[in-house]
């Protein structure tokens, strides 16, 4: 199986017409025919539904997609290592990035060490802790960011400066808004959205043994999807604060959590991790600002 291959085979899927995906490959329709066909044995699974205007990926091809946009990303990061091994003043730097207010000293770090190696360039994606360990691990990613303690038996950390506080988004007009902290007892019985991870990890921490008397409406990735959710009157919201705008003009409201949770966010990396040398002089960077 060869990388050109997988790349073929992700261009029909994303385009899910044969036609559109040569003309954007500038390969002939039965070059790129021939070389789905000879991935498909090779696998022994089919891998497309052929429709009369257009093909969708069969269950074995979503699996396959999956796994080829990794390999691809790690081959085109380690041909991008190997390319800035030389090159001391540039280079490509991978992150993957949990919500939380504090990433803005890792922007604050990157924007400053652009001003003196402006050949970096950094790439971020978003993602709770399964998804971005399960990219560092693949090795996608140099860098991470948590919102858990991290396993010291598998990465270095930085803590960052801060920890975040943790707390309930809702309606302005809602009554609980008047109140200055909320406790376990306004949520008993509530609808309430949260991150899977915190459900689990933080908010028992929180609240103990009273765990069942909380009812989680929906969970969410992403913290501002959530809000729109509550700004329709669905439920609310245990968040960090400063992640969602509870400005006056925003109809939303926070209120932090008596008594206080908090969650440390860790920068990690990989044990035995080698890197190239704009990661290695910024990591430098980000260890003399965390102290």
């Known amino acids: 199986m060869?990388?050109?291959?997988?790349?073929?085979?992700?261009?029909?899927?994303?385009?899910?017409?044969?036609?559109?995906?040569?003309?954007y490959l500038h390969v002939t329709q039965p070059t790129l025919s021939k070389q789905i066909q000879s991935l498909e044995e090779e696998l022994g699974k089919k891998l497309f539904l052929r429709h009369s205007?257009?093909?969708?990926?069969?269950e074995e091809?979503?699996?396959?997609?999956?796994?080829?946009?990794?390999?691809?990303?790690?081959?085109?990061?380690?041909?991008?290592?190997?390319?800035?091994?030389?090159?001391?003043?540039?280079?490509?730097?991978?992150?993957?990035?949990?919500?939380?207010?504090?990433?803005?000293?890792?922007?604050?770090e990157i924007q400053q060490f652009k001003e003196?190696?402006?050949?970096?360039?950094?790439?971020?994606?978003?993602?709770?802790?399964?998804?971005?360990?399960?990219?560092?691990?693949?090795?996608?990613?140099?860098?991470?960011?948590l919102a858990e303690e991290p396993d010291a038996g598998k990465y270095h950390h930085l803590t960052f400066p801060e920890a975040d506080v943790w707390g309930l988004v809702m309606p302005a007009s809602h009554p609980l808004a008047r109140k200055e902290a909320i406790v376990a007892d306004d949520l008993a019985g509530l609808p309430l959205f949260c991150s899977e991870q915190g459900w689990k990890r933080d908010i028992p921490r929180w609240c103990g043994d009273r765990m069942e008397e909380l009812h989680l409406e929906g969970s969410f990735r992403l913290p501002y999807n959530a809000s729109l959710f509550v700004r329709e009157g669905l439920g609310f919201l245990l968040t960090f604060d400063r992640l969602i705008d509870t400005g006056p003009e925003s109809g939303l409201a926070f209120r932090p959590l008596a008594p206080k949770?908090?969650?440390?966010?860790?920068?990690?990396?990989?044990?035995?991790?080698?890197?190239?040398?704009?990661?290695?002089?910024l990591l430098a960077g980000l260890r003399e600002r965390f102290a």
């Open 116 to 145: 003196i190696y402006p050949g970096l360039r950094y790439h971020i994606s978003s993602g709770d802790t399964e998804q971005v360990t399960e990219k560092l691990d693949k090795g996608v990613l140099d860098f991470a960011v």
């Open 261 to 281: 949770l908090e969650t440390n966010i860790h920068l990690i990396w990989k044990k035995y991790q080698v890197f190239t040398p704009i990661a290695e002089r």
């Open 61 to 108: 091809g979503i699996l396959l997609r999956k796994r080829a946009e990794d390999l691809i990303s790690m081959a085109d990061k380690i041909l991008g290592e190997f390319t800035a091994l030389d090159d001391v003043t540039g280079g490509d730097v991978y992150f993957g990035l949990a919500e939380s207010w504090q990433i803005r000293y890792l922007a604050r």
């Open 53 to 58: 205007f257009r093909i969708e990926l069969t």
């Open 2 to 23: 060869e990388i050109r291959t997988l790349r073929y085979f992700l261009a029909v899927a994303r385009e899910e017409n044969m036609t559109r995906a040569a003309e």
